[in-house]
């Protein structure tokens, strides 16, 4: 159940005219009255003989106590309460006990016998409007500050009462919804989104690995944006505004949102913070450092630089050290997800936009990201940028699969962060992230898996038992269940390569293990397959076996034409 306080106004009749009227698009149906303050309030909704000035001037009355220069100009309180799409119908009466509560709860009626004088409206089945007067019957302002958290705290126990679908409590860190005014529009003009939704996600795409303040305004104009900026008389830039082209107002002039208006991190400053360098490169291991096979393009290769990064947030994420530290890495791995949905190949592009979409609420929360030593990431996005966009085919389609097989671990390991400081939207929202991360995965990892099968199939038995006996040294618990999977195939093939490339596959296997737990993983080969590949800098995809000194190790290379349809690997839990 989400109650919402709206703005303030100052036409009682106005407002009522709407509540009473058909909507903006005849939606409003039988409009009545389900409480008031008084419980005779006339009802211009079924009562014929009723009007909604006679309620207006009822709602109005305590102004009256008041001097004509001590009424408050913006006098109107306005509340909505909707219930969850999937809730049952609730009736007249449960509704007004609802009213009740909640004008109780934000202080416009405390049920001390003086309170301001209100009226609960219904115009559809799963939400109330609740309109005040917010002037006292003794002539006093009501104490209603802070009445949008009261109210939100009060519907958390409303749900409980009747059953109703559980919300997740935030924390006062979402980015602000579009308005009803926003939303209508929209659909005017034919949208899927409001024009407020649509500028936040092109801005978040633009910070995406931006390395400066002019890069990031250069991409804004570059998108089709209009963009203004406010600059202090000392020559330095204050903020900047955007708007779509075509979204005009009445007088035909362009809507205009502040980036703080978007998000609460989309401020310029908050955005130059990004562009904070560390000093110090990153250390890193031989088996981590991204080894680039000489073939791979730019997008292939920008994706496993970002899987490596990948990886060093995980850490980060998983030490529990640092806050600031593992904000920023979080924040990161939201630009990362906007740079994959901007380059992403047709095939992937809807699932990583709605995972860049929902990852956003998890990008920000009361701790503040300390952007010093999150570059990895920053550099990858960027990378991923600049590389272009994948054909989502051979190293690239692979090279995708194998970063959105860690971005799921990166979501994952981001909810439980968040989690553990009970920030409930947070971790909802990257548990939300990671099912269309996983739905990606699947998509882009089919073909590129297909083929590892098949030339894992065609290995000589010799050999094949070879690698049994290597997965069986290394993983002494998980061998059998490794090798009854049909990734056991594909595992076997990236074994062979790691051994043709100069590795000591029992000790690359045994490494991979143990970086995370393999336990709940609905396929351990194919985690595995995805990690050796990276550590080793195998390439993702070869679909030609390269000869071995064993001549019995493969079989000719059959036709592509002739190859099983590519089966779908399992989305692997981490």
């Not at 005849?26 to 006339?42: C, K, N, T, W, Y």
């Not at 990064?309 to 791995?333: E, F």
């Not at 671990?409 to 968040?418: M, P, S, Y």
Request: net charge neutral.
């Amino acid at each position: 159940m989400i109650p919402r306080i709206h703005k303030q106004g100052s036409k009682t009749l106005g407002l009522l005219h709407y509540l009473y009227g058909k909507g903006t698009h005849e939606e409003h149906v039988d409009p009545h009255l389900v409480a008031s303050f008084d419980h005779m309030a006339p009802d211009p909704g079924r009562d014929p003989g009723a009007t909604k000035k006679d309620l207006q001037e009822l709602l109005d009355q305590p102004l009256q106590l008041l001097d004509a220069d001590r009424r408050p100009e913006k006098h109107v309180w306005h509340c909505s309460v909707r219930a969850a799409p999937d809730d049952p119908i609730l009736t007249d009466e449960q509704w007004g006990e609802i009213a009740r509560r909640m004008v109780a709860v934000t202080g416009i009626d405390p049920g001390d016998g003086a309170g301001c004088r209100w009226a609960a409206v219904r115009h559809a089945d799963d939400h109330i409007h609740i309109i005040a007067t917010l002037v006292r019957e003794d002539g006093r302002r009501p104490d209603h500050h802070f009445s949008g958290k009261r109210a939100q705290a009060e519907a958390r126990l409303i749900e409980a009462d009747y059953g109703l679908h559980r919300v997740t409590p935030g924390d006062g860190t979402a980015a602000k919804r579009p308005t009803s005014a926003e939303r209508h529009k929209a659909e005017r003009q034919g949208r899927d989104r409001a024009a407020r939704e649509e500028l936040r996600e092109t801005v978040r795409r633009a910070v995406a690995g931006a390395a400066s303040t002019d890069e990031f305004l250069g991409r804004l104009k570059d998108a089709g944006l209009l963009v203004r900026t406010r600059v202090l008389p000392s020559g330095d830039l204050k903020g900047y505004k955007v708007a779509l082209p075509d979204d005009r107002n009445k007088d035909n002039e362009p809507v205009y949102y502040a980036g703080s208006t978007l998000a609460p991190d989309l401020s310029l400053p908050r955005i130059q913070e990004r562009f904070t360098t560390d000093s110090t490169p990153p250390k890193t291991t031989d088996s981590e450092r991204p080894e680039r096979p000489g073939a791979s393009s730019a997008p292939a290769a920008a994706r496993r630089t970002t899987a490596h990064a990948g990886w060093a947030a995980l850490l980060v994420l998983d030490n529990n050290g640092d806050d600031g530290a593992a904000a920023a890495q979080i924040s990161a791995t939201g630009e990362v997800l906007n740079a994959l949905a901007k380059t992403s190949a047709l095939h992937t592009r809807n699932e990583l936009r709605q995972a860049a979409w929902e990852f956003e609420r998890a990008s920000y929360s009361h701790t503040r990201a300390d952007f010093r030593h999150v570059q990895d990431l920053r550099r990858a996005a960027r990378e991923l940028v600049h590389g272009g966009p994948a054909l989502g085919r051979g190293e690239d389609g692979a090279g995708t699969a194998m970063v959105l097989d860690m971005l799921v671990f990166l979501a994952i390991a981001a909810a439980h962060w968040h989690a553990q400081r009970h920030h409930a939207q947070q971790a909802e929202a990257a548990r939300r992230a990671a099912a269309h991360l996983r739905a990606a995965y699947l998509q882009a990892a089919g073909e590129p898996l297909a083929v590892l099968r098949e030339r894992g199939r065609r290995i000589a038995p010799p050999l094949r038992r070879h690698h049994a006996t290597t997965v069986r040294a290394a993983l002494p618990e998980l061998a059998e269940t490794v090798l009854a999977e049909p990734g056991w195939d594909a595992l076997a093939a990236t074994l062979a390569d790691a051994e043709r490339a100069g590795h000591n596959p029992r000790d690359l296997l045994a490494e991979a293990a143990a970086r995370r737990e393999l336990d709940t993983a609905d396929s351990i080969s194919y985690v595995l397959v995805w990690r050796l590949r990276r550590t080793a800098g195998l390439p993702a995809y070869a679909p030609t076996a390269t000869p071995t000194t064993k001549p019995q190790t493969t079989t000719p290379h059959q036709n592509p034409a002739h190859r099983p349809a590519p089966a779908t690997p399992h989305a692997h839990r981490r």
